[in-house]
């Protein structure tokens, strides 16, 4: 069974530039999260979905992030501008409905903002 | 609000003995669930397993068992006969409310434990 699948694995960019993080879930997932992981902060949950709706954005660092989920088998995190602190690994995971149900996460998105 | 300490930021082993990766955490909510990650090298965070507040017995999977002691509010994961392939990072995580129905959430993260193996 195919995994969180993530795009690009690797991007690099200057500074505000936009950038645009790929994500399709598992199928069968109905709730899907974006997650960012940096050295200083560790793991921090940016936003998650739950049927495509956005339930929780607190996490969202400032006005220029921003997710979307048009269907069950797409969301996109989005940065404009960018800015050299948003450098980090961003990773997309998806579970089934249920807060017992484990997180499966993708392969992340190594950004790095010049 | 939630916290996890992970008090062990890295921790050299001996290939083939036991290992034991210390979690402990705080929360007022009685209904809560505990995840272990597991972080290689290349990256990807890969589960390895879950236990639920009100779960009778302690969680096992294959190698891979927790020591959960509620009244101490700490989840330490065990891993039996070590190999070369668990060197990784490893993350204790929780959610709270995992009793009370509802869709699921985020989860909070510890810092993480770096396990070396060493042949």
């Known amino acids: 069974d195919a995994g969180v699948i993530q795009s690009p694995r690797h991007e690099v960019t200057e500074m505000g530039q936009e950038v645009t993080l790929r994500c399709k879930p598992i199928?069968?997932?109905?709730?899907l999260f974006w997650y960012r992981q940096t050295m200083m902060r560790g793991l921090e949950l940016l936003i998650y979905?739950?049927?495509?709706?956005?339930?929780?954005d607190s996490g969202m660092p400032e006005d220029r992030f921003s997710a979307k989920m048009p269907n069950a088998s797409f969301s996109t995190l989005k940065i404009q501008p960018s800015e050299p602190r948003d450098s980090a690994v961003y990773f997309c995971?998806?579970?089934?409905?249920?807060?017992?149900?484990?997180?499966?996460f993708g392969d992340g998105t190594r950004l790095s903002i010049l | 609000a939630q916290k996890i300490t992970q008090t062990q930021p890295g921790m050299f082993v001996q290939e083939k003995e036991a290992v034991t990766l210390d979690c402990t955490y705080d929360?007022?909510?009685?209904?809560?669930?505990l995840f272990w990650y597991k972080q290689p090298s290349s990256g990807e965070m890969i589960f390895l397993i879950y236990q639920g507040s009100y779960d009778q017995q302690n969680a096992t999977e294959g190698r891979y068992s927790l020591n959960f002691q509620k009244a101490r509010k700490s989840a330490n994961l065990v891993i039996s006969a070590s190999q070369l392939g668990d060197s990784a990072m490893y993350f204790c995580?929780?959610?709270?409310?995992?009793?009370?129905?509802?869709?699921?959430?985020?989860?909070?993260f510890g810092k993480g434990t770096h396990l070396i193996i060493q042949p």
């Open positions: 199928s069968g997932h109905n709730s």
């Open positions: 995971a998806s579970s089934l409905d249920g807060k017992d149900q484990p997180q499966h």
């Open positions: 995580a929780m959610r709270e409310g995992v009793y009370s129905g509802g869709g699921a959430d985020g989860l909070t």
């Open positions: 979905f739950n049927n495509n709706v956005p339930i929780d």
């Open positions: 929360t007022s909510d009685p209904s809560y669930g």
